[in-house]
């Protein structure tokens, strides 16, 4: 199937019930109508974390989360986390907790040492394997970028960096959606630029971009760009990423979203996730905290008021994640980080 690559995007909320097995107020989390023909709920659970929880732990924070009510769950050959997901996605259903797999969204994405056109394939069945499913629903290219085959996770130095063979990754990722394996797909951290390049060869248009998108970071360019396009923005670090190594406090310290939660009987990574959802995009959230899991989700009761946005529009941009490890000044193919980000670098 052929998808138009200007057909407008499609964002009508569908309400999807989650599960409740305390029989307590039922979850409603909305979906996006993705170009795919697909939904994808609004909000996903990240399982990227350095250094990553062995599976005896990660295995029940996951299936808490299912408990908890999230059904979208995010996932990456890098993150090491596809075995967990997968068994917890098999415990899940053995305990009752789905009734099918198809009550699940699952992701999972390409990292840079199989960007090349004849390993897409490969990696992704090596994902279905470790992940225990027949499908995912979303597979993504991680990032723009292609290191030597033999490169472990983020282990490469300069010279191990290639040509990004957009037309070829591109080309095979198709493949992929015409066999089944992966119902919908799209890229990651990709710039508007980047995304037109590939248009010029797609015959499937990329359903989802997922990228770097907080209220320290709004993506204002990117995100016109891609609804112009009919693709679908998902935020990741969507509070600021303040616990990893190159995040910041620029989201959870904000002194206007502390005054908005104030006024709303909010918290103020309530405020931050409700604001992205009100630009359309949907928000990919990780806390293994059984607490902050069930906050997270509680951001539909309440819209910002045109007053709380013109306010959020106001607060000081800044990228958090550099990109620094992608760029190459003496073998490319990225020199400098605006030739990694391009006109998005700012």
Not at 53 to 59: C, D, R
Not at 123 to 151: C, F, N, T, W
Not at 219 to 230: A, I, R, S, T, V
């Amino acid at each position: 199937m052929k998808h138009h690559h200007r057909a407008k995007n499609k964002s009508t909320m569908h309400c999807l019930s989650t599960t409740d097995q305390d029989e307590m107020k039922k979850t409603q989390i909305p979906e996006v109508l993705l170009s795919s023909g697909h939904k994808m709920p609004f909000i996903g659970m990240g399982t990227a974390a350095v250094p990553l929880p062995p599976a005896e732990i990660l295995v029940p924070v996951l299936i808490n989360a299912i408990e908890t009510g999230y059904r979208h769950f995010d996932s990456a050959t890098l993150y090491g986390s596809e075995e967990s997901l997968g068994q917890a996605v098999a415990e899940a259903l053995d305990r009752g907790l789905i009734t099918s797999r198809g009550d699940l969204f699952i992701t999972s994405k390409l990292w840079c040492s199989d960007a090349h056109h004849d390993l897409v394939l490969p990696a992704l069945k090596k994902s279905l394997q470790r992940l225990g499913l027949g499908y995912v629903d979303l597979y993504l290219i991680h990032m723009p970028a292609r290191v030597k085959p033999e490169v472990e996770g983020l282990d490469f130095e300069e010279e191990d960096f290639l040509p990004f063979d957009i037309k070829g990754t591109w080309e095979a990722m198709e493949e992929c959606s015409r066999l089944g394996l992966c119902k919908s797909i799209g890229v990651s951290n990709f710039s508007s630029k980047k995304i037109s390049q590939l248009l010029e060869h797609a015959t499937i248009c990329p359903a989802v971009n997922q990228v770097e998108m907080n209220v320290a970071w709004q993506q204002k360019k990117l995100l016109e760009f891609c609804k112009e396009k009919g693709i679908h923005v998902s935020a990741w670090s969507p509070l600021g990423a303040n616990g990893a190594s190159w995040g910041s406090l620029a989201v959870m310290k904000s002194p206007i979203l502390e005054e908005i939660a104030a006024a709303k009987v909010k918290i103020v990574a309530q405020i931050a996730l409700r604001w992205i959802l009100e630009q359309g995009a949907s928000v990919i959230v990780k806390s293994f905290n059984t607490e902050r899991m069930k906050l997270n989700l509680q951001i539909f009761d309440r819209e910002l008021s045109t007053e709380d946005t013109k306010k959020i529009m106001n607060i000081p941009q800044r990228r958090g994640y550099s990109g620094e490890k992608f760029i190459s000044k003496d073998h490319g193919p990225y020199r400098s980080l605006q030739e990694f980000w391009d006109d998005d670098y700012q």
